[in-house]
C-alpha cells in the first residue's frame, strides 16, 4: 500500500482515529490539537489535556507511535507528530513544558490573532506581523529544532518568518494565481516557503479551493507541481471542516480516490515522497 503522510487533521477527540488511519496507510500524520474549541480560547490546563489525549491514543494503537525526534521516523508505523494550532499562551515557559509533553509543531496563529501573531482573518484585517513575544518565540523554536507552521498568519506574519531560519511549514490550506484572502497563499508566497526549505499543505476544501471537484483538485495538485517543482504535500484538514465537500473525498481513507487521479511522477511524491524529505532535512 502506498504510505501517505498528511501535515494536518484536526482530529482530537475521535476515538480509534490512529488505528483508522494506519489501516488506511498513512505513515505520517500531523495531529492538531485546536485551542479555540467551544467558542473560546483554551487555557493552559486544556491545552495540556488535549496534548494528554493524544498519548493516551497511541497506547490504544499498537502501529502508532509519537514522533519526538525526526531521524526516528519509521514507515512501518504511523509516526504521529503532535501540533498546536495557534499560539494563545502567553509565556514561553508554557510553550517549554508542551515541547516537553511532545508537541512538536506549533502554529502561531488560527482565524483569531494571537498572543504571537496577527491572524490572516483576525480583528486586525491582517495588517501586522509577529508580536514582540512572537519574535521570542521563534528564538526558542529554531533553538529546539520544532516546525512552526505559518497557516492563518496574515502574510506580514510569513514574510517575516521566512527571514528567521526556523523549520518552516504551511501545514494547510489553498494556493491559488488570485487569492481571495489571506488564508490563501498565492504562487509566488508558496514559492518562498518551498524555497527555503519548507513544504506547502494542499487542503480539501471548498473554502480553500471554490468550486473544486475532486478532479479539479487533482489538477490544482499537478499545476503545483509544475509552478513550485515540489514541495507540495498533502494537509487535509479532515474533521476540522467536517469532512471533505468534495464529492469522492468525504472521509479520510479516500485520499486514495484523489491519489488515483495523480499521474504516476506526482502520485508518490505527493503522498510521501516529498513529506520523507522534508523530515530528513530536519533530523
Same mark, same amino acid.
Given at each position: 500500500m502506498l504510505p501517505i503522510a498528511d501535515f494536518h487533521q484536526d482530529m482530537i477527540f475521535v476515538d480509534g482515529i490512529l488505528e483508522r488511519l494506519y489501516r488506511a496507510g498513512y505513515r505520517l500524520v500531523v495531529g492538531a490539537v485546536w485551542p479555540l474549541q467551544g467558542g473560546r480560547v483554551w487555557d493552559y490546563g486544556e491545552t495540556l489535556e488535549g496534548v494528554r489525549w493524544f498519548w493516551e491514543e497511541v497506547k490504544r494503537?499498537?502501529?502508532?507511535?509519537?514522533?519526538?525526534?525526526?531521524?526516528?521516523?519509521?514507515?512501518?508505523?504511523?509516526?504521529l507528530v503532535i501540533g498546536l494550532e495557534g499560539g494563545y499562551l502567553r509565556d514561553l515557559r508554557q510553550y !517549554?513544558?508542551?515541547?516537553?509533553? &511532545? #508537541?512538536?509543531?506549533? %502554529?502561531?496563529?488560527?482565524?483569531?490573532?494571537?498572543?504571537?501573531?496577527?491572524?490572516?482573518?483576525?480583528?486586525?484585517g491582517g495588517r501586522g506581523g509577529l508580536t514582540s513575544l512572537g519574535r521570542e518565540f521563534l528564538h526558542w523554536a529554531k533553538e529546539r529544532g520544532v516546525l512552526v507552521d505559518v497557516a492563518h498568519a496574515s502574510y506580514d506574519t510569513i514574510y517575516e518568518v521566512l527571514e528567521?531560519?526556523?523549520?518552516?511549514?504551511?501545514?494547510?490550506?489553498?494556493?491559488?494565481?488570485?487569492?481571495?484572502?489571506?488564508?490563501?497563499?498565492?504562487?509566488?508566497?508558496?514559492? !518562498?516557503?518551498?524555497?527555503?526549505? &519548507? #513544504?506547502?499543505?494542499? %487542503?480539501?476544501?471548498?473554502?480553500?479551493?471554490?468550486?473544486?471537484?475532486?478532479?479539479?483538485l487533482a489538477n490544482l495538485i499537478q499545476d503545483l507541481y509544475t509552478v513550485l517543482g515540489g514541495g507540495?504535500?498533502?494537509?487535509?484538514?479532515?474533521?476540522?471542516?467536517?469532512g471533505s465537500e468534495f464529492k469522492g473525498l468525504e472521509k479520510p481513507e479516500d485520499i486514495h480516490n484523489l491519489l488515483s487521479l495523480l499521474p504516476d511522477g506526482i502520485r508518490y511524491r505527493f503522498a510521501w515522497e516529498e513529506a520523507e524529505r522534508f523530515i530528513g532535512r530536519l533530523g
Open positions: 494503537s499498537p502501529n502508532s507511535n509519537v514522533l519526538l525526534n525526526w531521524r526516528d521516523i519509521n514507515p512501518e508505523n504511523l509516526n !517549554e513544558e508542551l515541547y516537553k509533553r &511532545g #508537541v512538536r509543531l506549533f %502554529g502561531l496563529t488560527w482565524n483569531v490573532d494571537s498572543e504571537l501573531a496577527t491572524s490572516c482573518c483576525g480583528d486586525k528567521s531560519g526556523v523549520n518552516l511549514i504551511y501545514s494547510h490550506g489553498g494556493i491559488l494565481e488570485k487569492p481571495f484572502s489571506q488564508r490563501i497563499l498565492s504562487p509566488a508566497l508558496a514559492g !518562498e516557503i518551498v524555497g527555503r526549505g &519548507g #513544504v506547502v499543505g494542499v %487542503g480539501y476544501g471548498g473554502i480553500f479551493f471554490p468550486d473544486a471537484d475532486l478532479n479539479a507540495v504535500v498533502s494537509g487535509s484538514d479532515f474533521f476540522g471542516l467536517g
